[in-house]
């Protein structure tokens, strides 16, 4: 027997595999497809063709303020993330602090959290300490849930790294800075570019905290996309859906592109 | 002119004294070779000096400045590390320009050095590639020109060879000799391999356990060991436990298990001291005269061919059995197993050390 055959799966494991990836991925393209109907309501397969939903939400300043406020929260919480998460990574990893273990058990606790209980838990406290329904409150909230994602990816990068790089660096003349600058950081940099867009995407999809948090007249995109469909379903929202797809497609993309995304996921 | 120097160094890690106090001078333009086991503290002492550990006591002097506080990047030293560690994203050239760069060397100035340095170690068309691109031996030239092209006041080894196969090891013994002394660059090296401290070096420094057991020139490292564990660690030597039978003046006489004594003309222990007897393989003879007297009379019991060199094992009474060598063309190169043997040991070639297990 040839060892192609040995490790080659029978076709029932096949199929089965086949029938998961399909099932994840048709509603993608239902929704898709939606987005195209003429109709005024949600409809499979779509009936006539336009372009007119993408054009309503792209017109529609409740979008238009939510898709902006995405964004500033998604670009704030990433690079906010970037730099606590990097410096705290490179000092638990240097084992410059006692308990580094602790602290990042810590650190990584929102992953495994279930997201309701950080946004219960983070409405109390922001009603206590008066944060509640401001920008910096909803900031520092996806801080909290992005910042995971930027320490593992920045621990995985150092422990790869040969330490004697950074002190070659320091003996040629380097100060501590410049050395981290100039060698570590763009070393460890394809495994930071992935973990700043798994924060990125993290941030821009988030419902269960944001929701918790947010003021009564802001909203974000996918909160406004989860009210929507609760108030009742037109291809706006499939439009909107599938925008959001396209732009998590792009991104991806260029990570694979730029970084080598695959071997960090 | 010393160029660099430790005044009683020593680091601990909680009670535990990784070097001890280590007092020494190394003169302008000298090859100083650090050598002994691994954990022997020699890597401690260098990293001590490029200023990646910090000493727990003891100052360091470049020159006549004291260095103790600065942090590496002030102490204008250059560092071939084991691994190389060169950096992986920046090209040869930029490797090479990257301590002068450092020092604000820029333009026709930085790009006539790197030039140089790369030339130097025989790399002038290499500057483009990236290390990964690169052999070992030519990564290790790299690293070498790296730490050259600042032009440190002291250049550091950290086990540089160790990565390399024999042979290119032997050529990039000879290719750094030659290259230090072209310099007259003073030199720190620290290695676990006799042959390297041995052929590179002006002196040698022997260290075990943190301690410097003897800071001499390769000759006197090899003929007159300051100790058992010097005489233990360098050349190949027998290890026979035994006991010291009586002492006469420096030396006395020892006995290797419960028949044989031998003349030793440098005791440390006093009589009755159980102790391991070192005696280096060719300084066993193989007598061709079998009635010489104070001859050891035994049997070869194994020859191993090793090139230049033949190896026998002989057994003598009482079952101890010494290690003799012998060149692979002379009188004695062909003895077949059982074949009756005479063997004389020198006085001054019989060293003792503290015998294992029975503390030091």
């Known amino acids: ?265 | 002119m010393s160029a660099l120097s430790f005044e009683q160094l020593g680091k601990s890690y909680g009670d535990v004294a990784v070097v001890n106090d280590i007092s020494l001078t190394i003169r302008e333009g000298e090859f100083v070779s650090l050598l002994g086991p691994s954990g022997c503290g020699k890597t401690t002492i260098l990293r001590m000096v490029a200023g990646l550990v910090q000493p727990s006591r003891g100052r360091i002097l470049i020159g006549s400045d004291d260095v103790t506080a600065l942090p590496p990047n002030k102490r204008g030293l250059g560092l071939v590390f084991q691994s190389y560690a060169l950096f992986p994203h920046l090209t040869v050239y930029e490797n090479v320009a990257f301590g002068l760069r450092r020092r604000k060397v820029a333009g026709a100035g930085l790009d006539k050095r790197v030039k140089e340095a790369l030339a130097m170690v025989r790399l002038a068309d290499f500057g483009q590639r990236y290390p990964r691109q690169l052999s070992g031996g030519q990564q290790q030239r790299v690293a070498i020109a790296r730490a050259l092209a600042p032009r440190p006041r002291v250049l550091l080894f950290d086990e540089p060879l160790s990565n390399l196969d024999a042979q290119l090891r032997d050529e990039m013994q000879i290719e750094l000799k030659r290259l230090q002394r072209g310099l007259g660059i003073t030199t720190l090296f620290v290695t676990h391999d006799q042959g390297e401290a041995l052929s590179m070096s002006d002196r040698v420094g022997v260290m075990a356990k943190g301690v410097m057991q003897q800071f001499a020139t390769p000759e006197d490292i090899y003929h007159r060991p300051a100790t058992g564990f010097v005489a233990s660690f360098i050349g190949k030597p027998n290890r026979v436990s035994g006991i010291v039978v009586s002492r006469a003046g420096k030396g006395g006489v020892v006995r290797l298990g419960n028949a044989i004594e031998l003349p030793a003309a440098s005791l440390d222990q006093p009589a009755g001291t159980r102790v391991d007897i070192i005696i280096r393989q060719e300084a066993v003879r193989l007598l061709s005269d079998r009635s010489e007297p104070g001859g050891l009379q035994g049997t070869i019991a194994l020859r191993s061919f090793s090139g230049s060199r033949v190896q026998y094992v002989v057994r003598l009474a009482g079952g101890v059995e010494l290690v003799a060598e012998t060149a692979s063309h002379g009188p004695n190169a062909a003895l077949a197993p059982e074949t009756p043997v005479v063997l004389s040991v020198d006085a001054d070639s019989v060293f003792t050390m503290p015998s294992e297990g029975a503390g030091a």
Not at chain 1, 117 to 134: C, E, K, N
Not at chain 1, 149 to 164: E, F, K, N, T
């Open chain 1, 1 to 265: 027997m040839s060892p192609d055959r040995e490790t080659h799966p029978g076709l029932g494991v096949t199929i089965a595999a086949f029938a998961v990836i399909v099932f994840l991925q048709v509603p993608v393209i239902v929704v898709v497809l939606a987005a195209f109907s003429t109709t005024s309501y949600l409809t499979i397969p779509p009936q006539g063709l336009t372009l007119s939903w993408f054009g309503k939400v792209l017109s529609d300043p409740t979008y238009l303020s939510a898709i902006r406020m995405s964004l500033i929260l998604a670009f704030g919480s990433t690079a906010i993330s970037l730099a606590l998460g990097v410096a705290s990574a490179y000092a638990l990893f240097r084992r410059s602090v006692p308990g580094s273990e602790a602290i990042i058990s810590f650190l990584m606790a929102p992953l495994v959290l279930p997201a309701v209980v950080i946004g219960v838990a983070l409405l109390q406290f922001y009603s206590l300490t008066g944060l509640r329904g401001s920008l910096i409150g909803l900031l520092l909230a996806h801080v909290v849930i992005t910042v995971p994602y930027i320490v593992r990816s920045a621990l995985a990068s150092l422990s790869g790294l040969d330490l004697a790089v950074e002190e070659a660096a320091r003996v040629l003349g380097a100060t501590g800075f410049e050395a981290f600058r100039l060698v570590t950081l763009p070393l460890i940099r394809p495994g930071l570019v992935a973990g700043a867009l798994f924060a990125f995407i993290t941030s821009l999809d988030n419902v269960p905290v944001t929701i918790f948090l947010i003021g009564a007249n802001q909203t974000t995109l996918p909160v406004l996309i989860f009210s929507s469909v609760e108030m009742g379903v037109d291809p706006s929202v499939a439009a909107i859906s599938t925008l959001l797809i396209v732009a998590t497609g792009i991104i991806l993309l260029l990570a694979e592109r730029r970084a080598g995304f695959h071997r960090f996921v």
